[in-house]
């Protein structure tokens, strides 16, 4: 089929999509707010909530730091809130980028790219999210034994035997599971900002 | 006017080229109600730009394909919030079989386009030369020629629509 037989046939069917009655006035409308309801709703409420959670827990870990003795459990006391705060602001970051694409003033190449880069920094600060979330698996517990006042646990070597292996290996699996799954997003992404060169 | 009346008359007067858009960036009917629903959303949601728009009707495509290639970007697929069956999408008149088929294939063929070019492809059936695809689009006039001569391409190395046989 050649390009101007292309063109006779959306003109007829131009033609005929402009016969058909108006969409109504009411549910118009009705599409509208519940759109805009459901938006309202949709992904600020559950990562807000995330993030009050992850600080209250920094604040308390940060109150509490004075009380530790123990030199190691400093360290990953501080891991911990450092993890607690910056990934969060990482992640509502990221996020905020990718809901900000402007799709009322860019064309759609200029917002395509800026979309597909956000979205690729999105996926990208979620994998380190769960690299590090892995890593506080091992850093929140001897600081949070040693606040509650039981050090016994900690201070066993069959604890650390334990502990230690266990979280390692729930990180792994836990991170490989989900990296696999951002990598397939990405290179989707990555993928679609090529077809732009 | 209200604001609000001014809108609807917007989309009232648009409703074709947003079906359009729907037909090029989504296959099954429950995507295409959606996406028009979110193309109605976000024209609601950015109509003060529309109003300082120099040109509304690139504003409108812009708004239109934006919303079709973000709007596919996401992978989770909403439920459909609001029927539309009543309203809009039911033709009265049926087309030939035959032209039938040759726009479904049309259609299959566009959508086999990458998300930029696809839009390309629809604004140039629209009738659009290659300076206004540009403008809209946001890429040089001679980027949109280069492009345009690949999906020629693309499109000529598919077969056409084979007429289907009915055996009694």
């Known amino acids: ?197 | 006017m209200s604001k609000e009346e001014e809108f609807i008359q917007l989309i009232q007067e648009n409703q074709g080229l947003i079906y359009k858009i729907t037909l090029i960036y989504s296959k099954e009917k429950a995507e295409q109600d959606d996406l028009y629903q979110e193309i109605v959303y976000q024209t609601w949601k950015s109509f003060d730009h529309f109003k300082k728009a120099s040109k509304p009707s690139t504003w409108l495509y812009r708004v239109g394909m934006n919303t079709a290639i973000t709007h596919l970007n996401k992978s989770k697929k909403r439920p459909l919030m609001v029927s539309m069956d009543q309203t809009l999408f039911n033709y009265s008149e049926p087309m030939e079989s035959e032209k039938e088929e040759k726009i479904q294939w049309l259609y299959a063929q566009i959508r086999k386009l990458s998300l930029l070019d696809r839009g390309i492809m629809f604004l140039f059936l629209e009738g659009k030369n290659y300076e206004e695809i540009g403008q809209i689009t946001g890429i040089t006039t001679s980027n949109v020629g280069t492009r345009m001569s690949r999906i020629k391409q693309k499109l000529k190395s598919e077969a056409t629509p084979k007429p289907t046989k009915i055996w009694n």
């Open chain 1, 1 to 197: 089929m050649e390009l101007e037989e292309m063109q006779t046939l959306w003109a007829d069917l131009t033609q005929k999509i402009e016969k058909q009655d108006k969409i109504q006035k009411e549910l118009l409308m009705e599409i509208t707010k519940q759109k805009f309801r459901k938006k309202l709703d949709g992904i600020r409420l559950p990562e807000m909530i995330g993030s009050v959670v992850c600080y209250i827990y920094a604040m308390y870990l940060l109150s509490k730091f004075p009380d530790l003795e123990i030199w190691y459990n400093q360290i990953f006391a501080m891991i911990t809130i450092l993890i607690l705060t910056l990934l969060p602001l990482a992640s509502l970051s990221a996020l905020k980028g990718m809901r900000n694409v402007k799709i009322e003033e860019d064309a759609p190449a200029k917002m395509l790219e800026k979309f597909t880069k956000s979205k690729i920094r999105f996926f990208n600060v979620q994998r380190y999210g769960m690299i590090f979330g892995g890593l506080m698996l091992i850093t929140i517990l001897p600081p949070i034994s040693e606040i509650q006042g039981n050090t016994n646990l900690i201070s066993k070597p069959i604890f650390w035997a334990i502990y230690l292996p266990a979280g390692i290996l729930l990180m792994y699996f836990f991170s490989r599971w989900a990296l696999g799954k951002y990598r397939k997003v990405i290179d989707s992404s990555e993928q679609l900002l090529s077809e732009l060169k």
